[in-house]
């Protein structure tokens, strides 16, 4: 039946035998193909009957539909004629991980950060009142781990505020974010998950009450009547109501008549309405079930049929990191981890077996994590925010002025740095050296390896007048790349014949500087390769020793605009140093999804072209060899399509 269903109007004459029979279709079709290619199975197990509904109910791309974060839009995108694109589900050529515009007018969001999807929709729910498109409604899908962003909450009080705004909030409420979600709000939605047995009870007395003449309709009333005063006594009921929106719920999120029922009267009901419903993540794939800590929100490539890796994980970034700091923390009991709803992937949940009471999930709340961070410094712990490079783009004013401008002892630490590849443009982790360059008293590091991240944590835990940064990659770590010396900080990789060139190295490209720089030997081209490990700030040395060389060229996995290059360059100026400097990195753009290697391969990071460029710089014959787009980054405007 699934491959007959080319948009959401092929759903609508279907009958009740017919849609259970797609929902199974669509659960083996998703365990499958995400099984082979990796991506956000247990989510998209979960919504398959609310999604079938909600493109019954209401006529995409008229109505229009927004995905918080977007990872549980596969249900969607293969009842929106995307079928075929999932044989390479977030490869290059096939559909994307998150809604993406160029695939479909179905898709309207593709920022895959959270919490965003009240904002869209209020904003396009205004759009449409005002520019007399009033037959539109707006329909957000939001989980409960989203809801506890701050940005929904400022949503919600903007949309509360208009009556009339067609907009339907359908909360998908699977009890989880990555874990189980923390805080207020989960309470709050699970008791009203239990408000169930309440309304039954009203139910039944209406049936029985009604039987009895005279006296029992009044006596229904006043119990009706007095309904919502008993629910705030069992259950704080009234919170989405008393904001003014209208509460429609708990609705079983399996049943698709029922959630069809509760839309119905939502879409009718010309105001904002808040439809809650229950939905279990991993529903139909028992490994997914059985998956206590994760329910399969996120895999990698697996068996289709027990769930199992079919790769064996080595030792990567995050466990190095991990793993250190539940040494230092039986040392230190002034460190303390705060994680925002991502406890497994930042490695945090060593620490929280080791240190429960040191352990903070904020939800994902990057912006609360990062001033609460500077609340705790002032207190005097030593908190360690860990969280993807991405998401710390959401903290930046209070990374400036709650930390760095109180120089709160905080240390970050940003794994995913750089290009991450298949999630698409918005989870590159290519900003943060960009951004974190024009912090004052932040201090960065960019480890080049296992035994750098050890060392460089160590040494950011010793500061405690000033935030401290560790940023480095997402998956398994490369060999320790031993220094030759050490020289102010700064280590030394690779010793070049002659002074031909300079390689300051930023981070994990290590190995690919010290490859480019042995083959450029070869080529009788000296290059001396470098690694600062700290890159915020500079050490000072880096000018007396970038005098000796003809050139200077810099490599780093973030956007070269306003980058380290870009810094070492300003460093240079205002120290009189006239050496040209040479940059390879990420250009200004939104990189499509494809393998990082794929993207490094077509920014030309890869050991066989730097080595060219080496040799063409050395020999001044700038345009030979050297890739265009480290010459022209591509145009901003132009941005939006894979870079070849
Ligand atoms: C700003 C931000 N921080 C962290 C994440 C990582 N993340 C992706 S999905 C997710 C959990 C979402 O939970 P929920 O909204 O309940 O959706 P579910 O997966 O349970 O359906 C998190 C923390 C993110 N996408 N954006």
Request: net charge negative; proline share 5%.
């Amino acid at each position: 039946m699934l491959s007959e269903i080319k948009s959401p109007a092929d759903l609508k004459g279907l009958s009740a035998a017919q849609l259970d029979q797609l929902s199974s279709e669509i659960r083996s079709f998703l365990i499958e193909q995400v099984s082979k290619s990796g991506g956000h199975l247990g989510p998209n197990l979960g919504v398959v009957e609310l999604t079938i509904a909600i493109h019954r109910i209401f006529q995409s791309p008229k109505d229009v539909v927004v995905f918080d974060t977007g990872h549980q839009s596969y249900v969607h995108k293969l009842l929106t004629g995307r079928i075929a694109g999932f044989e390479k589900l977030r490869q290059r050529g096939g559909v994307a991980g998150y809604p993406n515009r160029s695939e479909s007018e179905h898709d309207v969001v593709e920022n895959s950060h959270a919490s965003t999807a009240l904002s869209w929709s209020d904003g396009i729910a205004k759009g449409f009142a005002l520019t007399n498109q009033k037959d539109r409604t707006v329909i957000c899908v939001v989980g409960d781990g989203a809801l506890t962003g701050g940005m929904s909450w400022e949503a919600l009080n903007n949309i509360a505020a208009n009556k009339d705004e067609k907009l339907v909030i359908v909360v998908n409420d699977n009890e989880r974010s990555y874990s189980p979600t923390i805080g207020g709000l989960a309470t709050y939605l699970s008791t009203l998950r239990t408000t169930r047995g309440y309304e039954k009870f009203l139910d039944w007395g209406k049936g029985v009450l009604e039987k009895t003449p005279v006296v029992g309709q009044p006596i229904y009333e006043t119990l009706h009547g007095m309904k919502k005063g008993i629910k705030d006594i069992v259950a704080p009921q009234g919170m989405f109501e008393d904001l003014g929106i209208k509460y429609f719920g708990p609705v079983d999120g399996h049943d698709i008549s029922a959630i069809e029922r509760a839309l119905i009267s939502a879409k009718d009901f010309g105001g904002p309405v808040l439809v809650h419903v229950i939905t279990e993540k991993g529903r139909g794939h028992a490994p997914a079930i059985n998956d206590e800590a994760e329910k399969f929100h996120a895999v990698g490539v697996v068996d289709a049929e027990t769930g199992q890796p079919l790769s064996k994980a080595g030792q990567s970034w995050t466990t190095v990191f991990s793993d250190e700091l539940v040494k230092i923390g039986a040392k230190r009991s002034d460190v303390v981890a705060i994680t925002a709803a991502m406890m497994g992937p930042t490695g945090l949940d060593k620490f929280q077996k080791a240190y429960p009471d040191r352990t903070f999930d904020v939800g994902i709340a990057e912006q609360h994590a990062t001033t609460a961070a500077a609340g705790m410094a002032y207190a005097g712990l030593h908190p360690v925010v860990a969280v993807y490079s991405t998401f710390l783009n959401r903290a930046f004013d209070q990374l400036l002025l709650d930390v760095a401008l109180h120089k709160a002892g905080v240390t970050f630490v940003l794994d995913r740095a750089g290009v991450t590849g298949d999630d698409g443009p918005s989870h590159n982790g290519i900003w943060d050296l960009a951004l974190t360059g024009i912090v004052p008293t932040l201090h960065v590091a960019a480890p080049r390896d296992g035994e750098r991240v050890r060392e460089t944590l160590r040494e950011a835990l010793d500061i405690s007048d000033a935030p401290t940064l560790i940023r480095f990659p997402k998956g398994a770590i490369n060999p320790d790349i031993p220094a030759f010396e050490r020289r102010d900080g700064i280590d030394v990789l690779y010793r070049g014949e002659s002074v031909d060139i300079l390689l300051v190295s930023i981070g994990a490209f290590a190995q690919v500087a010290v490859d480019a720089a042995a083959q450029a030997y070869r080529e009788g081209v000296g290059v001396t390769v470098i690694d600062p490990r700290w890159v915020k700030p500079l050490p000072k040395s880096l000018v007396t020793m970038a005098q000796r060389y003809k050139r200077v060229v810099v490599i780093e996995d973030g956007i070269k605009h306003g980058g380290i290059a870009s810094t070492i360059s300003e460093l240079f100026r205002e120290s009189g140093l006239n050496v040209p400097v040479h940059s390879i990195g990420v250009p200004l753009a939104f990189l499509e999804h494809a393998k990082r290697a794929q993207i490094l391969e077509d920014l030309g990071i890869t050991v066989q072209n730097i080595t060219r460029s080496l040799v063409a710089w050395s020999s001044d014959e700038f345009s030979v060899d050297i890739k265009e787009e480290m010459q022209h980054p591509l145009d901003e405007n132009e941005n939006r399509k894979p870079l070849r």
